[in-house]
């Protein structure tokens, strides 16, 4: 996965990237073992589809604020495709504010069917990667909508920071 993109257009998602799964309660019977391997790969092809609609659209960062499987991080990948998972709801609303993008939560339209379009996507000049201390920091500069500032303070210990 790439650790830097520029001109970035930014996706936020409020729902799972994982392998879709059938609702609980929910039982099938099946009689011929080819059966259950085409069941299989269409929850998988759930999944691809979401993803290939998310990079389709031209996003390429994602920003979830619930999991992103492995299965789908490999799709992410091959496009170059910055994916971020567990984002804190939070944040990704403050994100999506600046950027001038929505926070999705269902592909679900009105037809009942699923899409994304291009108009939810924020942007912004650069998001990368660096490492400050021990931890690696995802950073967005130049957001469309508005300025924003961080300041990340060090220090020995927190009464230190907490007096700064």
């Not at 929910?26 to 069941?39: C, G, M, N, R, S």
């Not at 994100?95 to 993008?101: F, L």
């Not at 339209?109 to 690696?136: M, P, T």
């Not at 060090?154 to 907490?162: H, Q, T, Y």
């Amino acid at each position: 996965m790439p650790t830097s993109i520029k001109n970035a257009k930014i996706a936020f998602v409020d729902f799972n990237l994982n392998k879709y799964r059938l609702a609980m309660g929910v039982q099938v019977l099946v009689h011929d073992p080819d059966a259950l391997e085409k069941i299989r790969q269409a929850e998988m092809d759930v999944c691809k589809k979401r993803c290939k609609m998310l990079i389709d659209s031209g996003a390429n960062v994602i920003l979830c604020a619930r999991g992103i499987d492995d299965f789908a991080l490999k799709y992410f990948v091959e496009a170059g495709v910055i994916a971020i998972r567990r984002v804190p709801k939070s944040e990704l609303r403050r994100i999506a504010n600046n950027c001038g993008g929505k926070v999705v939560v269902s592909l679900a339209d009105i037809d009942g069917e699923e899409s994304f379009e291009a108009s939810n996507l924020g942007s912004c000049e650069s998001v990368y990667e660096k490492r400050v201390g021990d931890w690696e920091y995802m950073f967005f500069e130049g957001m469309s909508q508005t300025r924003a500032q961080t300041i990340i303070l060090r220090g020995a210990n927190e009464f230190f920071l907490d007096e700064v």
